[in-house]
């Protein structure tokens, strides 16, 4: 079930043409499992809990007053253009998603994406491509089903469904297909070593979540949607600290890094182009490393975080 979680959330903004790369590479992942099975060690740990702790800057569990978990909120945080740089007075907030959520969630982040002058956002699919509510219900394949019986089963919203794409302040800032099996086929990776890493990072944060042993406990309670969100929260928390462990022997990743990369290439055409009010909306697993490019790139500097609640775990 946690590889199930992490399979779904990561690979979630790839598209149904990019999928065909994970889906010819089912069978090298088995073949890797020995390999990745191997217990962590300290070094392996402590890594993951700093990756875990970065994480949470973008997605974390409130926990009530009583310290039960409360709900799953993900961030958007405000970046400003430092006085005398080039990116002066601009503002770029990185408004982090979940692919699954509440209603109400997806009708406040619609509501705010209006706000801004140019929304960026996530999709491996051709240069331009918008979602329409009918290409959805089309939609087919494994991560398509899963992703259907995930919100059902949670009583939950899908994204795609409920944010409004055709929106006129929307572009579309991601790799093609092509870009993205180009970008692997550069580096030597492939989507099955992508996934093969991960699963070894997993191992050193397994210890610190309830797994499976939570989510089969939480099956078979009475309140089980409830149950189950909680549970899900917390693998969902260690599955975006993992996505570190995807890169290669020389750092890089196309998942996280080199998409981001191709979002932050139109980022600039936007801002040279003299926009001053930009959302780049993207999973908050992107945005630690979209924070380090806001930095050291355009020099721009954090300067507030809003929580916005994709879960309420108080009920079913």
């Known amino acids: 079930m946690r590889w199930i979680v992490l399979l779904l959330f990561v690979f979630a903004s790839i598209a149904d043409a990019a999928m065909g790369l994970a889906q010819s590479a089912v069978a090298p992942v088995a073949e890797k499992e020995s390999a990745t099975e191997k217990k962590a060690d300290g ?28 709900a799953l909120q993900t961030a958007i945080v405000r970046f400003e253009g430092q006085p005398g740089s080039r990116h002066d007075g601009a503002v770029v907030d990185l408004v982090g998603v979940v692919h699954i959520g509440e209603k109400d969630y997806y009708k406040d982040l619609d509501q705010r994406l209006g706000t801004y002058q140019t929304v960026l956002y996530e999709l491996v699919a051709p240069d331009g491509t918008r979602i329409r509510p009918e290409d959805l219900k089309g939609r087919r394949g494994m991560l398509a089903s899963m992703q259907t019986g995930m919100k059902d089963m949670l009583n939950l919203q899908y994204q795609l469904e409920r944010i409004d794409y055709m929106a006129e302040n929307f572009r579309h800032a991601d790799m093609s297909p092509e870009e993205f099996s180009e970008d692997l086929e550069r580096r030597g990776d492939a989507v099955w070593k992508m996934v093969a890493r991960m699963m070894g990072a997993g191992l050193a ?68 182009a003299g926009k001053e009010n930009i959302a780049v909306f993207y999973g908050a697993g992107h ?30």
């Not at 700093?50 to 926990?63: D, Q």
Request: charged content about 35%; aromatic content about 6%; glycine content about 6%.
């Open 287 to 316: 945005l630690s490393d979209m924070a380090k490019r806001l930095e050291q790139d355009f020099q721009m500097k954090a300067t507030k975080t809003t929580w916005l609640t994709a879960w309420d775990l108080s009920k079913d």
């Open 43 to 70: 070094g392996d740990q402590a890594k993951a809990d700093a990756a875990k702790k970065e994480s949470e800057l973008y997605l974390r569990i409130e926990n009530d007053a009583k310290g039960k978990p409360h």
């Open 205 to 272: 944060s397994q210890s610190s979540s309830s797994g499976d042993v939570g989510m089969l406990f939480a099956m078979f309670s009475d309140n089980r949607s409830q149950k189950m969100k909680q549970v899900m929260a917390r693998q969902l928390i260690d599955m975006e600290s993992v996505t570190t462990g995807i890169n290669d022997e020389n750092g890089e990743n196309t998942l996280i890094k080199g998409r981001n990369a191709k979002a932050f290439k139109i980022l600039k055409e936007e801002l040279d």
